[in-house]
């Protein structure tokens, strides 16, 4: 018991179970809505009022602009100002719900014309205006500010709230006839928005509701928000289209029986649809923890969805025998099938999930959009040919052929890159029966060698070191193998030199991989991470100057002993050492090594030793030393990156900085840049080029 609630604890089960517990007291106050209304009301009047709401709904789908996914996504990371964020979404949603009504309303008589009555009544006319934009609000508030600053149980409270006014509202509306009906929903939606308001200033003490449109922020999260709104119109058009397409076909009665069967349903496809909300936010604060996330998500849906599936399988009539012997007979067999529905709909929406954090929303579109017109086509053609049911069977076969066609093309590029793994793998080994890979090492050695020994002009071999200057009046010492290379130079003194410093000073000196797209400047402030025995700290200090400064960041003892050593040989006076790795917090870490030069890791390799050493954070270190904003970071830490970058967020917000990262190190999930990409991508335009990750800071995000 004390495992199960230390789990619920976690924020993607305990945003989950909030979002699903909304979605449930939604369901079940609704239900209670709409037995009240099926007892008090005509089939007609509950047809009609429910053709009504799904309009409603459909409109504050299209209203939303995708704007409740980036509120989810943004808010978390401190990207944004968060007044700003929330206050500049709701202000361009309240003006597209306004504008997608009256379209609506002109258009009544070509999309709808069983719902002219909204245009000829004046009162309803109004209303239907009023109740479309507060219905659009509201949404925004409950599934993306409250998501994304993980407070789902606020959603929770509104729910509760405007879900009692609403049944007592209808009770007390009854002479309206259908007009009450509608105007309970409205009346509620509209008690919900001012407490979400309250909420939202209770978690935000500085936030003040002001309608205002914050250019910055919306340029920078509109191309999340559109490819998002995109695929979540495909994605729940058919809830709120199959109504108005029964209505239109069936009549008012037999939507009334539909209605209530999907409104049953909806239960059961609440618990995917608010985890893979949930998921969302988690990712914002653990983009590196994806694959645990979604397997946590995984695990909890389908759990929660074959028992829910197994409840309204046995007890579905005597739930449907609440609305009266007519709803049991016309909306049990419906009801059955959307409920065996929700799982092929629950594996697609966890693939969509994916890609939409990874943000290869063009598939998103394309499977929504697909499992949406499969499904509308399907119901046009079959509930005219066999009635009600029809719809049902539609939406079980418009997700199943495309979560079919989606898992077949996983299946085969998962079998192409198997294949493609055992290739290499087979080449590999047989690579290393031949020499035909030890040729290559020593053709690829062979050529820095042949570009240091262009750039060198004095090498001198030492007792336990080697004296290297270079034409550019710089000078290191650098490590000593015991046994001399046998590939061919001017300086046989180089043979001694590890082969790994071959390629350091070519990357550094020749190809300057860490140059490519800043050039540094004298003036800048330089931070180092990983700066090794010195050789682009040293570099860089004399680009720099005695007005620029050069933070070399540095752990490993001996490391740091040359490094010194280099700093005092070229006479440095603006470089600052520091012996700490980096994490995303302070602490102590071990360190290893299996003893290739600079191959120093906070990750544990095979047969390798490791001794504690302190960690830091950027940020911390760059504080301490009174340091608020650098020009450029230099990163290569061996796998650590993602992490530090985490603890330099302060930094990289406050600095006009560009940042050169080796990230093709895997420490487990692929090369780092994975994660490190979409991690910066909001405040950064970013290149990558064999494996190393340029970031240039976006001006907007610079303040």
Same mark, same amino acid.
Not at 44 to 57: F, R, T
Not at 82 to 98: A, E, G
Not at 608 to 635: A, P, Q, R, S
């Given at each position: 018991?004390?495992?199960?609630?230390?789990?619920?604890?976690?924020?993607?089960?305990?945003?989950?179970?909030?979002?699903?517990?909304?979605?449930?007291?939604?369901?079940?106050?609704?239900?209670?809505?709409?037995?009240?209304?099926?007892?008090?009301?005509?089939?007609?009047?509950?047809?009609?009022?429910?053709?009504?709401?799904?309009?409603?709904?459909?409109?504050?789908?299209?209203?939303?602009?995708?704007?409740?996914?980036?509120?989810?996504?943004?808010?978390?990371?401190?990207?944004?100002?968060?007044?700003?964020?929330?206050?500049?979404?709701?202000?361009?949603?309240?003006?597209?719900?306004?504008?997608?009504?009256?379209?609506?309303?002109?258009?009544?008589?070509?999309?709808?014309?069983?719902?002219?009555?909204?245009?000829?009544?004046?009162?309803?006319?109004?209303?239907?205006?009023?109740?479309?934009?507060?219905?659009?609000?509201?949404?925004?508030?409950?599934?993306?500010?409250?998501?994304?600053?993980?407070?789902?149980?606020?959603?929770?409270?509104?729910?509760?709230?405007?879900?009692?006014?609403?049944?007592?509202?209808?009770?007390?509306?009854?002479?309206?006839?259908?007009?009450?009906? !509608?105007?309970?929903?409205?009346?509620?939606?509209?008690?919900?928005?001012?407490?979400?308001?309250?909420?939202?200033?209770?978690?935000?003490?500085?936030?003040?509701?002001?309608?205002?449109?914050?250019?910055?922020?919306?340029?920078?999260?509109?191309?999340?928000?559109?490819?998002?709104?995109?695929?979540?119109?495909?994605?729940?058009?058919?809830?709120?289209?199959?109504?108005?397409?029964?209505?239109?076909?069936?009549?008012?009665?037999?939507?009334?029986?539909?209605?209530?069967?999907?409104?049953?349903?909806?239960?059961?496809?609440?618990?995917?649809?608010?985890?893979?909300?949930?998921?969302?936010?988690?990712?914002?604060?653990?983009?590196?923890?994806?694959?645990?996330? !979604?397997?946590?998500?995984?695990?909890?849906?389908?759990?929660?969805?074959?028992?829910?599936?197994?409840?309204?399988?046995?007890?579905?009539?005597?739930?449907?025998?609440?609305?009266?012997?007519?709803?049991?007979?016309?909306? !049990?067999?419906?009801?059955?099938?959307?409920?065996?529905?929700?799982?092929?709909?629950?594996?697609?929406?966890?693939?969509?999930?994916?890609?939409?954090?990874?943000?290869?929303?063009?598939?998103?579109?394309?499977?929504?959009?697909?499992?949406?017109?499969?499904?509308?086509?399907?119901?046009?053609?079959?509930? $005219?040919?066999?009635?009600?049911?029809?719809?049902?069977?539609?939406?079980?076969?418009?997700?199943?052929?495309?979560?079919?066609?989606?898992?077949?093309?996983?299946?085969?590029?998962?079998?192409?890159?198997?294949?493609?793994?055992?290739?290499?793998?087979?080449?590999?080994?047989?690579?290393?029966?031949?020499?035909?890979?030890?040729?290559?090492?020593?053709?690829?050695? $062979?050529?820095?060698?042949?570009?240091?020994?262009?750039?060198?002009?004095?090498?001198?071999?030492?007792?336990?070191?080697?004296?290297?200057?270079?034409?550019?009046?710089?000078?290191?010492?650098?490590?000593?193998?015991?046994? $001399?290379?046998?590939?061919?130079?001017?300086?046989?003194?180089?043979?001694?030199?590890?082969?790994?410093?071959?390629?350091?000073?070519?990357?550094?000196?020749?190809?300057?991989?860490?140059?490519?797209?800043?050039?540094?400047?004298?003036?800048?402030?330089?931070?180092?991470?990983?700066?090794?025995?010195?050789?682009?700290?040293?570099?860089?200090?004399?680009?720099?100057?005695?007005?620029?400064?050069?933070?070399?960041?540095?752990?490993?003892?001996?490391?740091?002993?040359?490094?010194?050593?280099?700093?005092?040989?070229?006479?440095?006076?603006?470089?600052?050492?520091?012996?700490?790795?980096?994490?995303?917090?302070?602490?102590?870490?071990?360190?290893?090594?299996?003893?290739?030069?600079?191959?120093?890791?906070?990750?544990?390799?095979?047969?390798?030793?490791?001794?504690?050493?302190?960690?830091?954070?950027?940020?911390?270190?760059?504080?301490?030393?009174?340091?608020?904003?650098?020009?450029?970071?230099?990163?290569?830490?061996?796998?650590?990156?993602?992490?530090?970058?985490?603890?330099?967020?302060?930094?990289?917000?406050?600095?006009?900085?560009?940042?050169?990262?080796?990230?093709?190190?895997?420490?487990?999930?692929?090369?780092?840049?994975?994660?490190?990409?979409?991690?910066?991508?909001?405040?950064?335009?970013?290149?990558?080029?064999?494996?190393?990750?340029?970031?240039?800071?976006?001006?907007?995000?610079?303040?």
């Amino acid at each position: 018991m004390y495992r199960l609630i230390r789990k619920l604890k976690d924020p993607l089960y305990k945003n989950s179970i909030f979002l699903i517990a909304s979605s449930l007291l939604g369901a079940g106050t609704g239900f209670v809505f709409w037995v009240i209304a099926a007892r008090f009301y005509s089939a007609e009047d509950v047809g009609l009022a429910s053709a009504i709401i799904s309009a409603v709904m459909l409109l504050h789908l299209f209203s939303q602009m995708g704007f409740k996914f980036s509120l989810a996504y943004y808010l978390p990371s401190d990207r944004y100002n968060k007044s700003d964020l929330i206050n500049s979404s709701l202000t361009v949603v309240f003006l597209t719900s306004l504008f997608t009504a009256l379209v609506f309303i002109l258009g009544l008589n070509i999309w709808s014309p069983a719902l002219i009555c909204i245009r000829e009544n004046n009162a309803l006319f109004l209303s239907f205006i009023l109740f479309t934009i507060l219905a659009s609000l509201v949404a925004l508030q409950t599934y993306g500010v409250f998501v994304g600053l993980r407070r789902a149980k606020y959603s929770f409270i509104q729910n509760l709230s405007s879900s009692l006014f609403k049944l007592i509202a209808l009770v007390l509306l009854t002479p309206l006839g259908v007009h009450g009906i !509608f105007i309970s929903y409205g009346l509620a939606s509209l008690l919900a928005f001012i407490l979400g308001l309250i909420l939202i200033s209770r978690r935000l003490t500085s936030y003040i509701p002001m309608p205002t449109v914050k250019k910055n922020v919306i340029n920078r999260t509109f191309r999340f928000s559109l490819g998002n709104y995109i695929s979540e119109i495909f994605g729940v058009l058919p809830d709120y289209t199959l109504p108005i397409l029964i209505i239109n076909i069936l009549g008012a009665r037999a939507n009334a029986y539909f209605y209530i069967a999907w409104s049953i349903c909806s239960i059961l496809l609440s618990i995917p649809r608010w985890t893979t909300h949930s998921l969302i936010a988690e990712y914002s604060y653990k983009p590196e923890k994806l694959k645990t996330i !979604f397997l946590k998500a995984l695990k909890f849906i389908f759990i929660l969805l074959i028992f829910a599936t197994i409840c309204v399988s046995v007890f579905g009539k005597h739930i449907l025998s609440l609305f009266g012997d007519d709803y049991v007979e016309n909306s !049990f067999g419906v009801l059955l099938i959307l409920c065996v529905s929700s799982i092929p709909y629950s594996l697609n929406l966890l693939y969509t999930t994916i890609k939409r954090v990874k943000e290869e929303l063009k598939i998103v579109i394309c499977v929504n959009g697909c499992i949406a017109i499969l499904t509308l086509v399907l119901s046009y053609l079959l509930v $005219q040919k066999i009635g009600l049911i029809g719809a049902g069977i539609a939406w079980f076969l418009g997700n199943s052929i495309t979560g079919g066609i989606v898992f077949s093309m996983m299946a085969f590029i998962t079998m192409m890159a198997r294949l493609q793994n055992l290739l290499k793998r087979t080449l590999k080994n047989l690579l290393k029966r031949t020499t035909l890979m030890e040729l290559y090492k020593r053709y690829r050695y $062979q050529k820095y060698l042949s570009e240091l020994d262009r750039i060198v002009k004095k090498c001198i071999l030492l007792h336990d070191k080697i004296y290297l200057e270079l034409y550019n009046d710089l000078k290191f010492f650098v490590y000593r193998d015991e046994v $001399q290379s046998s590939l061919s130079c001017k300086n046989e003194a180089l043979k001694y030199l590890h082969p790994g410093f071959f390629q350091i000073f070519s990357e550094i000196f020749v190809k300057e991989i860490y140059e490519r797209e800043y050039k540094l400047k004298e003036g800048d402030i330089v931070v180092d991470c990983g700066a090794n025995i010195g050789i682009f700290t040293v570099k860089a200090a004399k680009i720099v100057g005695e007005n620029g400064k050069v933070i070399a960041i540095e752990p490993e003892k001996r490391n740091l002993k040359f490094l010194k050593m280099n700093v005092e040989a070229n006479k440095l006076e603006n470089v600052i050492i520091v012996q700490k790795g980096l994490w995303s917090k302070r602490g102590q870490m071990k360190l290893y090594s299996e003893g290739n030069t600079g191959d120093y890791s906070l990750f544990r390799g095979k047969e390798c030793d490791g001794y504690t050493i302190e960690v830091d954070t950027i940020d911390n270190i760059l504080n301490e030393l009174g340091i608020h904003k650098v020009d450029f970071i230099k990163m290569d830490i061996e796998g650590a990156e993602i992490e530090a970058l985490k603890g330099a967020m302060i930094t990289l917000k406050n600095s006009n900085c560009k940042l050169a990262i080796a990230a093709y190190h895997d420490i487990g999930h692929g090369p780092t840049y994975r994660v490190i990409v979409p991690l910066l991508r909001d405040l950064f335009e970013i290149k990558v080029r064999e494996g190393i990750v340029y970031a240039t800071k976006r001006e907007s995000s610079f303040e």
